[in-house]
Structure formats: C-alpha cells, structure tokens
C-alpha cells in the first residue's frame, strides 16, 4: 500500500535488524526455509514383513509413515529398512532393500533409497551394494547399525566396505560410539561419512562435534539423542560449519518435529538453516555416486 507511513517502514527495519542482531529466527526466513520441502537424511521405512523399529506401534504401514512425516512437514528424506538392519542372512537384507527400492519408486520424488548390508558373508554383503548402487540406483549407504546384530567397524571385513564406498563415492551413515566414530573419521578419509546423533552426555557430544569439526569428510545428522539439549545445534555450527550438519530425525522410532522445532527456534542464520534442513543433503546426494578416481 502506497500510504504506508515511511515511520512505520523505517521502525519495522530496525526490529528486524535488531531480531538478527540478538540472533532470534527471521519469520521471513522461516517462511522462505518451509516453501523449500524438509529433507530428512535418517528415515527407517516400516518392512512389510512387519519389522518397525517403533516402541509401541502406531504407524505400522508405508501409508502411515508417509501421512506421519506429511503431519511434520518433512517432504522428503532418505529411506532405509529396518529388515535390513535386523538381517540375518543376506536374503533379508536384500528383501530390505528391494523393499525400499520399490517404495522410493512408488513415492517418487519424496524419498531417495539407501542400501543396508550386516558385513558377516562380506562377499554377498560387497555384491549387494555394488547391485543396488548399479542396478537399484542407490548413492547412500546406511544407517549401519553395528550393535543390531554384533558386528565391529574396526576389522579387515568393514575396510572393504569403507573402500567398496570410495571406489563407488558412495556416502556412508553409520552409528556408533565416539570411539568407533574416531576410529572410521581418522582411517576413512576418502569416504564421505554422516555420523548420526549428537550423544547422551555433554562430554560426548562434544567430542563428536569436535571429531566431525576435524574431518572435513564427517558430517553430523542431528537425529536422536542430544539435540534436545538447547544450545548444542548452536554449538555444532559453530565449531562444524552449517554446511556439514544435516537434519535427520529417526523416523520411526523419533519425532520428526521436534527436531525440526529446535532447527526453527535455534539462533542460527536463515542460510544454515536451510543447509540443515535440507540443502545439504541435496548437495551430498548430487555428487555421490559419480567416479573420484580414487580407490
Ligand atoms: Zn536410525
């Protein structure tokens, strides 16, 4: 409106000047990072043999878990299955994967697959990621979780995968704990790796965040425990960079938004928010997949 008193403009600018000046979230840039869709680097899809890593069910199905995330405003993510991660032999994990494969193609456009293998007949477990990367189209690998079904990362089997994902330039996702994550960020540093969770101490969490601040090839997804805690996003930024902090939630077993609530209210500028919701992952999944030449 051409009569808007020029006081008023002028007042309204030093609020908003003010706002960024003590750090608090800009509505514009709130609005502006929601018109984007929310990408979720962590997402469990439920199995159709009925395996949902959930503590009492209440989205059992693919629809469920779809309308569940439409709820929270999370658009997009990356999908895993739980079948896979609990599989004891390879054909589960297969199944797992084939799973995912058809619900990324069912839903497409929302939701990019991710391969799981359990590293124990490594021959079968390099032949699946190499067939759902070439044949499945899949450039993620993860989330591994090793206590699932006891395995380790520090042996001869797992640096095959690890060299299987620099040959391949795949990203990986792995869980672990700040020993194994030291461990996998300091031999690894070809491998594109997505470190999930925070930690459940402050010690912890701040070891991690200064573990991926010293690898330039780690990246923290903000799922799980520690980001309830106010103050650490803040202090991951700081010390990481927004661009090597992604959002994830831990769909099925966490709530997608309140992880998205800290993001949100979190004194942070619109620019990394948008990075951790959702531009950084975007960025990772571009380049991966493509030949580095190293191997
Ligand atoms: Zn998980």
Redesign the pocket.
């Known amino acids: 409106m051409s009569g808007f008193p020029r006081r008023h403009a002028l007042r309204a600018g030093v609020v908003a000047l003010a706002n960024f000046i003590i750090g608090e979230p800009l509505k514009r840039g709130v609005q502006a990072e929601t018109r984007h869709s929310i990408f979720d680097a962590?997402l469990?899809i439920p199995s159709d043999d009925g395996e949902v890593?959930q503590w009492n069910l209440i989205t059992r199905t693919m629809p469920e878990f779809v309308s569940y995330l439409d709820k929270c405003g999370v658009k997009r993510g990356v999908i895993s299955s739980a079948r896979s991660n609990t599989a004891k032999t390879p054909e589960d994990y297969r199944l797992g994967n084939r799973e995912v494969a058809k619900y990324a193609e069912k839903y497409k456009g929302r939701f990019r697959g991710s391969c799981v293998i359990t590293p124990d007949r490594i021959d079968e477990a390099l032949r699946e990621i190499e067939e759902s990367h070439r044949e499945l189209g899949f450039v993620w690998v993860g989330?591994f979780?090793n206590y699932m079904t006891g395995y380790k990362y520090d042996t001869p089997e797992w640096s095959q995968v690890m060299q299987l994902a620099t040959k391949l330039n795949l990203v990986m996702q792995i869980?672990t704990n700040t020993r194994e994550m030291q461990y996998l960020a300091d031999n690894f540093p070809d491998v594109t790796i997505v470190f999930?969770h925070f930690g459940s101490s402050p010690d912890d969490v701040f070891k991690r965040i200064a573990i991926v601040a010293s690898h330039k090839n780690a990246c923290i997804d903000i799922?799980?425990s520690g980001i309830e805690r106010v103050g650490i996003l803040e202090r991951a930024v700081k010390e990481i960079g927004s661009e090597r902090v992604l959002y994830?939630s831990?769909f099925t077993?966490n709530e997608p938004s309140s992880v998205i609530a800290r993001v949100t209210n979190a004194f942070l500028t619109p620019e990394d928010r948008e990075n951790i919701l959702f531009r950084n992952v975007e960025r990772l999944l571009a380049r991966a997949g493509k030949a580095t030449g190293k191997s």
Request: aromatic share 8%; charged share 15%; proline share 8%.
């Open positions: 962590h469990h890593f989330e979780c869980h999930p799922s799980g994830g831990d077993i």
